[in-house]
């Protein structure tokens, strides 16, 4: 499976580069929920970022909305 790096951009990730699998056209996936970017507590929230466009030479992932901890699963 191959990845692709992307910059969160808003939110709690905001800045953040990591790297996600890549769909078949070589983006990020459309939709991405993200648990405690910063390694705190795992209990706090999941994070909902959606997959922005490449211009500026790389991905990002635009914050769209946090849940609170349980409602992603």
């Known amino acids: ?40 507590d795992p209990g706090l929230a999941d994070h909902l970022y959606e997959r922005a466009d490449s211009r500026g030479g790389g991905w990002t992932m635009r914050f769209v909305h946090t849940y609170p901890v349980g409602m992603t699963e």
């Open 1 to 40: 499976m191959s990845e692709v790096t992307v910059r969160f951009v808003g939110g709690p990730a905001h800045d953040l580069e990591r790297a996600l699998p890549a769909e078949p056209d070589g983006g990020p996936p459309a939709r991405w929920i993200l648990r405690h970017p910063d390694g705190g």
